[in-house]
C-alpha cells in the first residue's frame, strides 16, 4: 500500500498481514508513517496505490455504514466536540448496525452497559463527554468501539492518556479478551512486545523489519531505527521480550555520537 500527498510518499509499498485473531502491533518512531498507514486501513484516507482487504473485500469500496459494521477504530487524539453523555458517545456504537430511525433496544444498552464496565468508566456513563479527562475520553472510545463488534479493531495510540493500570487494562481487553482482530500502532516497545502477536518496524514509509517481537526488538534495531542504546532480555515471569534503554549510550558510548538521539 501506497499513500502519497502533494509530491511526498508518507506509506511506500507497505504489503502487512494480519490474520484472524492475531494482535499485530505497528511500531516505530515518530514520522514513521503509523497513523497513515491506519487511516488507510480504517477509511480516512484513500491509498494512493494497493488497497486495503478484509476477508477479501476492499475497504475504500465499502460505504461507510458498511465499513462500520467490520471495522471499529479508536483515533489518536480521542476528540469529540459533542454534547452528549459518555453512555450516548458509547451507544454510537450500535448505528453501523441500525436503520438510521432505529432507536436502541435492550439488548443495545446491554452492551453499552457492559462495555462501560469493561473499561472502568460506568461510573461515569452519565457525564458529559466533553468534560471526561484525556485518559477518561480514550477508555470511553475503547468502549463505544467494542459495542460495534467489529471483525477488526484498529487503534492509533489506544494507551495515550492512560495511567500504567489503565494501559494494562485496556490493551488487555483489546488483545486477548476481544474476539476482533486487532491492528494497533503503540510507542511503547514493551507493551508491543507483550500484547502484539507480531510487529511490524516502520521508518519513513517503510517496513524495515517485521515479525515476532522476540525476533524484531534487538539491540541492533533499535540502534538503526531509534537511535538508542539498548539491552534486550526476557522478562522472567512472561518470557516476553524487555527492552531497557541506555540513556547516555552506555558505558562504551560514543564520545562524539549525537547528543540529540531520540530516547523512547
Known amino acids: 500500500?501506497?499513500?502519497?500527498?502533494?509530491?511526498?510518499?508518507?506509506?511506500?509499498?507497505?504489503?502487512?498481514?494480519?490474520?484472524?485473531?492475531?494482535?499485530?502491533?505497528?511500531?516505530?518512531?515518530?514520522?514513521?508513517?503509523?497513523?497513515?498507514?491506519?487511516?488507510?486501513?480504517?477509511?480516512?484516507?484513500?491509498?494512493?496505490?494497493?488497497?486495503?482487504?478484509?476477508?477479501?473485500?476492499?475497504?475504500?469500496?465499502?460505504?461507510?455504514?458498511?465499513?462500520?459494521?467490520?471495522?471499529?477504530?479508536?483515533?489518536?487524539?480521542?476528540?469529540?466536540?459533542?454534547?452528549?453523555?459518555?453512555?450516548?458517545?458509547?451507544?454510537?456504537?450500535?448505528?453501523?448496525?441500525?436503520?438510521?430511525?432505529?432507536?436502541?433496544?435492550?439488548?443495545?444498552?446491554?452492551?453499552?452497559?457492559?462495555?462501560?464496565?469493561?473499561?472502568?468508566?460506568?461510573?461515569?456513563?452519565?457525564?458529559?463527554?466533553?468534560?471526561?479527562?484525556?485518559?477518561?475520553?480514550?477508555?470511553?472510545?475503547?468502549?463505544?468501539?467494542?459495542?460495534?463488534?467489529p471483525s477488526l479493531l484498529v487503534l492509533d495510540e489506544p494507551t495515550n492518556h492512560l495511567d500504567i493500570r489503565h494501559q494494562l487494562a485496556v490493551l488487555g481487553l483489546v488483545a486477548r479478551e476481544s474476539a476482533a482482530t486487532c491492528l494497533l500502532a503503540l510507542h511503547d516497545l514493551n507493551l508491543a512486545a507483550y500484547y502484539c502477536d507480531r510487529v511490524y518496524v516502520l521508518r519513513a514509509g517503510r517496513v524495515v523489519a517485521a515479525g515476532p517481537p522476540a525476533e524484531v526488538f534487538t539491540p541492533a534495531l533499535l540502534a538503526e531505527v531509534y537511535g538508542v542504546a539498548a539491552t534486550v532480555t526476557r522478562h522472567p515471569v512472561t518470557g516476553a521480550p524487555v527492552v531497557v534503554y541506555l540513556p547516555d549510550g552506555g558505558p562504551d558510548a560514543d564520545p562524539e555520537a549525537d547528543p540529540d538521539a531520540t530516547v523512547l
Open 1 to 149: 500500500m501506497t499513500y502519497e500527498t502533494d509530491g511526498r510518499r508518507l506509506i511506500d509499498g507497505i504489503d502487512l498481514t494480519v490474520a484472524p485473531g492475531e494482535t499485530v502491533g505497528l511500531v516505530g518512531p515518530n514520522g514513521s508513517g503509523k497513523t497513515t498507514l491506519l487511516r488507510c486501513v480504517y477509511g480516512t484516507l484513500r491509498p494512493t496505490g494497493g488497497r486495503a482487504l478484509l476477508d477479501g473485500d476492499d475497504l475504500a469500496a465499502l460505504t461507510p455504514k458498511a465499513r462500520a459494521r467490520r471495522v471499529a477504530t479508536v483515533p489518536q487524539d480521542g476528540h469529540l466536540d459533542v454534547e452528549l453523555t459518555v453512555r450516548e458517545v458509547v451507544a454510537m456504537g450500535r448505528s453501523p448496525h441500525k436503520r438510521f430511525w432505529e432507536g436502541d433496544t435492550a439488548a443495545d444498552a446491554a452492551l453499552a452497559d457492559e462495555a462501560l464496565a469493561r473499561v472502568g468508566v460506568g461510573d461515569l456513563a452519565r457525564r458529559a463527554f466533553p468534560s471526561l479527562s484525556g485518559g477518561e475520553r480514550q477508555r470511553a472510545l475503547v468502549a463505544r468501539a467494542l459495542v460495534q463488534q
